[in-house]
């Protein structure tokens, strides 16, 4: 069997054989084929005129004269009746366990379709061979046999309190409408997991008689196919639930559909029917509206459209009147803190914030957590976004909600990269932009790509920053991702830097800051605003007096980033707003108290890398002033860090000064007895379990050659030579 594919080469695969197909039999069939390319060309040739013209329902299962499964039905044919029952029963729920299907069945019987490779069981789960297979032996079964798998499916699940799954299984079998099984549903399913709750509000749509209440239960079906990774299913249900007349329900599809176009990097278009949804909702249903309102923000903060924003923020908020739930009361503060750093106060939009924080542990939704992690975010205090950033992510994982995975590693990730902590933060973008292209949301895929980019070009790693860039594909396009584009200026900007081109990094700096409406981003013109000034410092000799335009970009990214570091109270943002000052100070003295100041927060925090980076600056500005000696105290403990974090084109860096300031630099061997890093142990653990060099640069979005770099420094430090030594020391 091929390499399963992912939902995007499936799409290209069948565009290539058939183009043009209307949506919902492209989404039937790669649903279908489960990723399986020889599956997906065998339906591809197979579809009828009518499915091809959207005219015939698309395909549930192999057809009778495919070859595929015809081998399928001869294999199931042979077994014994017994088996035949347990594959129907394992069919007809694709998260029964191994246990749950052992107690509605005999052992023998599993074992019977085991040792004919039709499926393999684990604990959890049991998996059709191939994925097809389990299409193929639902709905070759004769209804009143599918309908007695549901009824017994549905006595075991009651037995053992999943109520929901057998409230799913007895709809699955019900005959006609059930108005009271519809309403039973629809008030179970929030206690469920994505794709469970999803299934049991489609089915309350089927059910009832009532259309008002259909077309509610279909918004919240898409909504929960969308959590559980199902981008398309929750398409085709959004297109029914649009079609209703009904006021409240059309307005949740409509904040789905720009929660959609939100993640899939369509930030304006993603603002505009969020707002409208918002507007819509305000008065039938406020949570709701104040739900529709935050992803707004979420997209303003992309681009652009702060008025409207704080104009429909400040109608909702005014229909407040006291006794919220705490959710939703979090959520005003929320909306009522990004309406006030729109507005530049940023002491009152701190202190709505904090209260976001404040009541954070009191709820358990993994979206209202990962919107806190936001919260902290905006308050610069890393630690709290990382924590509530963990805790939302595991409650997702949990539930089912996969899509909110990538959403909380995507905070994590910027939030480890913010406070310094590059390991944590690179291994939160990496999963992050798997897990977002795997459900569909390229936009934020390319935004972790863009934090990955970043964090390469910190180290001057430009091979693997490059390839990150690529991977992102946000110069594709005219426009991009505004986030996404932003992070990948500010790591070509880091590499003009480190590679010493500052007046490069400054115009590409500029175009964060004063780029058209879109390609900015409220967040990275925040954590880029040091390199900007930085930038400007380093410009060889720095212009004594720069262009009217040129200040009037510095003054405008670095007084609002000073107000706000000095709100956040945090050391590793005082640190930088120190810096930031003394590389602006005029007078030597106060340059030099700043530099001070500067390093006296990094040692309150734990940020080496930043560290390190403010010595070398120090340093360097102590060396222009002629006081070399001074230099090189900080200018030695600047290479050392940079050594020690493995960013060798900074410690070149500190070297070049060094030598300038007059100091030899001896040249440094290999520490083979030196423990790994966390990236070097990870390369290391990859490379003992079998991958190749370009299969773990593939996986960790980094260059072949900064595996290779890599793995020979992993090889000295534990002093093996070969790749099964290397598993051999590793375990």
Same mark, same amino acid.
């Given at each position: 069997?091929q390499e ?15 183009p043009?197909l209307?949506?919902?039999?492209v989404?039937?069939?790669i ?10 060309i065998?339906?591809?040739g197979?579809l ?16 009778p004269a495919?070859?595929?499964?015809r081998?399928c ?15 129907l029963?394992?069919a ?11 107690a ?9 379709? +085991? ?25 070759d079964?004769p209804?009143?046999?599918r ?6 499916l ?10 929901l ?9 019900a005959?006609?409408?059930?108005? /009271? ?6 008030a179970?399913?929030?206690?469920g ?18 259309a ?5 239960? =279909?918004?919240?079906?898409a909504r ?7 981008r ?11 079609r ?15 929660e ?14 969020l ?11 406020r ?10 923000g979420?997209a303003?903060? =992309? ?9 429909l923020?400040r109608?909702i908020?005014?229909?407040r ?5 705490t959710?939703?009361?979090?959520a005003c503060?929320?909306?009522a ?42 308050? /610069? ?18 539930r ?5 995975? *990538? ?9 480890g990269l ?9 291994a939160a ?26 964090l390469?070009?910190?180290?001057g ?7 990150r860039?690529?991977a992102?594909g ?6 991009g ?13 880091l590499?003009?830097?480190v590679? /010493? ?10 175009t964060?800051?004063?780029? *058209? ?5 409220l ?8 390199? @900007? ?18 200040r ?6 670095f007084?609002?980033?000073?107000r ?29 108290a ?13 940020a ?6 403010? +010595?070398?600056l ?5 060396r ?8 090189? +105290? ?5 290479? +050392? ?33 030196? /423990? ?11 490379v003992?379990d079998g ?13 072949p ?8 420094n992993v090889?000295?430090? @534990?002093?093996v ?5 290397l598993a051999?020391?590793l375990?």
């Open positions: 069997m399963t594919l992912d939902d995007g080469a499936c799409r290209d695969l069948l565009a290539e054989r058939l043009g209307p949506e919902e039999l989404t039937a069939v649903r279908l084929a489960g990723g399986d390319p020889d599956v997906l065998e339906l591809a197979m009828t005129p009518g499915q091809i013209r959207g005219s015939v329902a698309p395909p549930c299962t192999l057809p495919s070859r595929l499964g081998s039905r001869a294999a199931v044919a042979g077994l014994p009746g017994p088996a035949r029952r347990a594959l029963l394992a007809a729920d694709p998260d029964l366990t191994a246990g749950e299907l052992l509605a069945t005999g052992a023998e019987d599993l074992v019977a379709a +085991e040792q004919a490779c039709l499926v393999t069981v684990t604990p959890t789960e049991v998996q059709f061979l191939p994925a097809v297979l389990r299409a193929v032996v639902y709905f079964a209804h009143a046999r309908r007695a798998a549901h009824l017994d549905a006595d075991l699940l009651d037995g053992r309190g999943e109520r799954r057998a409230l799913v299984h007895r709809a699955a079998a005959a006609g409408s059930d108005d /009271g099984l519809a309403r039973e549903l629809f179970a399913a929030a206690g997991t994505a794709r469970t709750a999803s299934a049991a509000y489609r089915y309350a749509a089927e059910l009832t008689t009532v008002e209440f259909a077309a509610e239960a =279909l918004a919240a079906a929960q196919a969308w959590l559980a990774g199902e398309q299913q929750a398409r085709l249900l959004l297109r029914r639930a649009g209703s007349p009904q006021a409240p329900a059309h307005a949740h599809a409509r904040g789905l559909a720009g959609m176009d939100l993640r899939e990097g369509d930030a304006a278009t993603a603002r505009d029917t707002l409208d949804a918002a507007a819509d909702l305000a008065s039938r249903d949570p709701a509206a104040l739900e529709a309102l935050l992803l707004a979420e303003v903060h =992309l681009a652009g459209g702060q008025n409207r924003f704080c104009r923020a109608h908020l005014g229909l009147r006291g006794g919220d739930p959710p939703v009361a979090q503060h929320q909306v803190g990004l309406v006030a750093m729109y507005d530049g106060d940023h002491d009152a939009a701190f202190a709505y914030l904090r209260e976001v924080l404040r009541t954070a542990p009191l709820v358990a939704d993994p979206v209202a957590l990962v919107r806190a992690a936001n919260a902290a975010v905006l308050l /610069g205090d890393g630690p709290a976004a990382r924590v509530l950033a963990a805790r939302a992510v595991d409650l997702a994982r949990d089912g909600a996969v899509t909110l995975v *990538p959403q909380g590693l995507e905070v994590a990730a910027f939030a913010a406070a310094g902590h590059h390991d944590v933060a690179t973008a990496t999963e992050g932009a798997a897990l977002a292209r795997a459900t569909g949301q390229p936009g934020l895929a390319q935004s972790h790509l863009g934090i990955l980019a970043v390469a070009a910190l180290v790693d430009r091979d693997t920053a490059m390839l860039i690529r992102a946000v110069y594709d396009s005219a426009g991702s505004g986030q996404a584009r932003a992070f990948c200026e500010w790591a070509l900007a590499l003009d830097l590679e /010493g081109r500052p007046r490069a990094a400054l115009h590409r700096l500029d964060i800051f004063v780029g *058209p409406t879109g390609r900015g981003n967040v990275v013109q925040v954590a880029a605003t040091p390199h @900007l000034i930085e930038a400007y410092w380093r410009c060889d000799p720095p212009p004594s007096t720069p262009p009217a335009a040129r009037t970009v510095l003054d405008g990214a007084e609002p980033f000073d706000w570091a000095a709100g956040t109270g945090q050391p590793c943002w005082l640190a930088l707003r120190a810096r930031c000052r003394a590389l602006r100070a005029t007078d030597p003295h106060a340059a030099e700043h530099f001070e100041e500067a390093l006296r927060e990094h040692r309150r925090g734990d080496d890398f930043a560290r390190a980076h403010t +010595e070398l120090f340093g360097r500005d102590l222009r002033r002629r006081r070399p000696g001074a230099a090189r +105290e900080h200018l030695r403990r600047a290479e +050392e860090t940079f050594r020690l974090l493995d960013a060798g084109p900074w410690a070149a860096q500190a070297d070049v000064e060094l030598r300038a300031a007059g100091a030899p630099v001896p040249p440094r061997p290999v520490a083979a007895a030196r /423990g790994l890093t966390a990236q070097q142990e990870r390369i290391a653990r990859l003992a991958a190749t060099n370009r299969e773990v640069a593939e996986q960790l979005f980094l260059s050659r900064t595996i290779d770099h890599h793995l020979r090889f000295a430090r @534990l002093g030579r070969s790749r099964t030594e051999r020391r375990g």
